[in-house]
């Protein structure tokens, strides 16, 4: 095992003492389920000798782990387009184009953007399963991430549990917001005898939506939407609560004349890298067909 393929950590004064797993748990946030992993086999050394992760540290001890492992596709890959805006050892992020879905599903069982990641790393000749950190609807383009291995999953998984991911989105909504600012505070459930979609709902889960007005066009708004919570819809359901419903969302009361789709695009992510702890930034540039809207909406 190179040492560059080694996750590591040097014990602190307050780890004398502790057991590795719960270092690993406590500081690291590393699950149970990821713990018992790293405990099949072989994944675990300090100074450069095997150890059981039960066993207690002591300072300036280097704690290493095998954290990539080698897992077969859980997938079919096709080799598809695919618009990659970062990979490391860890992370794929892709910029989604409109139509696409996420992940195979009965209706639709390829050509999927996990197909498409799949197919890449098997021709690259580094196999993985796709682990998707968040999924976004088929109609709505940008920015997706996909883990590489199961420590990153899980890593951004507890972040978003706590909020400390940013997902910013952009959206074109129908008729002028008066509020340069404002916060939609509003729970969403499934509508009464529906698999799909979502309404404002007294007994549905929490929902949380910042929004700023980027720009007003004469018959259209421009916003930034910024997640605190992350319900299905969620965009979309609180713009139709906002009595401005997104360009092109029929089901949600939007208007189809000037876009086939919801006028959605996931173009921001920040959030900590889940072995190095930095900082990383992501934006997606909007794809062509919300460019011509706005040009559209600077004459209508």
Not at 248 to 255: K, V
Not at 256 to 284: D, W
Request: proline share 7%; hydrophobic share 35%; net charge positive.
């Amino acid at each position: 095992m190179q040492k560059d393929e080694l996750w590591q950590y040097t014990l602190q004064a307050q780890d004398q003492g502790k057991k590795y797993q719960d270092i690993l748990a406590h500081k690291f946030h590393f699950s149970r389920n990821l713990l018992q992993k790293l405990k099949q086999g072989e994944h675990a050394w300090v100074n450069g000798k095997f150890t059981y992760l039960s066993a207690r540290g002591s300072v300036s001890d280097i704690l290493a782990l095998q954290l990539q492992t080698e897992e077969p596709p859980n997938i079919p890959g096709e080799l598809l387009p695919l618009d990659i805006l970062f990979e490391d050892d860890f992370l794929l992020v892709a910029n989604k184009p409109p139509g696409q879905v996420v992940h195979p599903t009965p209706r639709y069982p390829a050509g999927t953007l996990g197909n498409a990641v799949v197919g890449y790393w098997n021709a690259q000749g580094t196999p993985h399963p796709f682990r998707p950190v968040h999924r976004i609807d088929r109609n709505t383009s940008g920015l997706v991430v996909i883990a590489k291995n199961r420590f990153a999953h899980q890593q951004l998984a507890w972040q978003l549990e706590h909020q400390l991911i940013h997902k910013h989105y952009l959206g074109l909504v129908q008729g002028h917001v008066h509020e340069d600012q404002g916060v939609i505070d509003q729970p969403i459930g499934l509508a009464p005898g529906s698999f799909i979609q979502r309404v404002i709902s007294p007994n549905g889960l929490p929902a949380l939506t910042h929004y700023q007005v980027l720009h007003r066009y004469p018959q259209a708004t421009l916003m930034k939407f910024i997640l605190a919570t992350g319900r299905t819809h969620q965009i979309r359901v609180h713009c139709q609560a906002l009595g401005h419903p997104l360009i092109g969302d029929d089901l949600y009361g939007g208007e189809r004349r000037l876009l086939p789709r919801q006028a959605l695009h996931s173009f921001h992510y920040a959030f900590n890298h889940p072995a190095t702890g930095e900082k990383i930034s992501i934006h997606a540039p909007l794809p062509q067909d919300l460019i011509e809207l706005v040009v559209k909406l600077k004459t209508e």
